[in-house]
């Protein structure tokens, strides 16, 4: 039965308790999906690690020269630019080994994000407010970015490998001797003829031991300046409004100085073990590096590593901002 029009003159009570709750609950935000959120993030992870190829991949070349090359080849980053250049041109110089990034970035990141994802949801599961909308505490986002290098390490290890090799068997040529490898897809048949699978994926403990940690100081570091940058209503002091690009990019750029900063050691190691003759081990590659120049033996290249991790970051995350926000608004968020 419809009320009468002498019911609209009874004057309205406050909201108890319980119906505030009921109305601040039925304004919130809708949460989406869990397996789509997830989703999106592959597809933004992919989209992001295009970007940061782009950006970084001269940096990584010039350090993973530095971190291979026999002691006196080069004499600093810019040299091994220049003759880099001078021997193989502007684009091959700068580009060598590019082709497995190219093709293994956009599973790698996309995993690696996905991955991220999914650590928050594990880590939220162990939490006593398991609630999406509750941000993570700087531990939890650690251990999630930590997980999702787990994931990762199995595309990571292989392309790794082939990119690593491809980018410093130029410098081991003398002059007008061919290279050995025509290619990324040359190097992984060579690689499988010689030694198969344990051969293509070799360093993947090294790799591993490196992303967890790194992606562990990458996430956390990423949401940590997220956070400080993001504006606050000077009222309550809660967060307001959208994070800027500009200072997505800032933090990105913080994610990536901060990944490398504990593990570049354990990159070297990896660089080495990936690209050497014969059967080795950790074990070996670290006493032979120690032996030869002591604790300094295992930074060779940092200059170059954090340069890189400036650019390539900051494209990565501007990347996978981007991409989410081209996702909402054409699926809705």
Known sequence: MAPSSESTTIPSLPPSKDELKTEIKAEAPKTVNAGLAQLRSFAAGGFGGLCAVVVGHPFDLVKVRLQTAERGLYTSAIDVVRKSVARDGLARGLYAGVSAPLVGVT??????????????????????????????????????????????????????????????????????????????????????????????????????????????????????IKRRLTPRDPATGKPQGELSLLAVTAAGAAAGVAMWIPVFPVDTVKSRLQTAEGSVSIGGVVRELYAKGGFRAFFPGFGPALARAVPANAATFLGVELAHQAMNKAFGG
């Open 107 to 224: 599973p790698m990141f996309a995993v690696s994000f996905w991955g991220y994802d999914l650590g928050k949801t594990i880590v939220r599961s162990f939490s006593a407010n398991p609630d999406q909308t509750t941000p993570l505490t700087i531990g939890q986002t650690s251990a999630a970015g930590f997980f999702s290098a787990i994931p990762m390490t199995a595309i990571t290890a292989p392309f790794e490998r082939v990119k690593v090799i491809l980018q410093v068997q130029s410098q081991k040529l003398k002059p007008g001797e061919k290279p050995r490898y025509t290619g990324a897809t040359d190097v992984v048949r060579q690689l499988y003829r010689e030694g198969g699978i344990r051969s293509v994926f070799r360093g993947s403990a090294a790799t591993l031991a490196r992303d967890g940690p790194g992606s562990a100081a990458y996430f956390a570091a990423y949401e940590y």
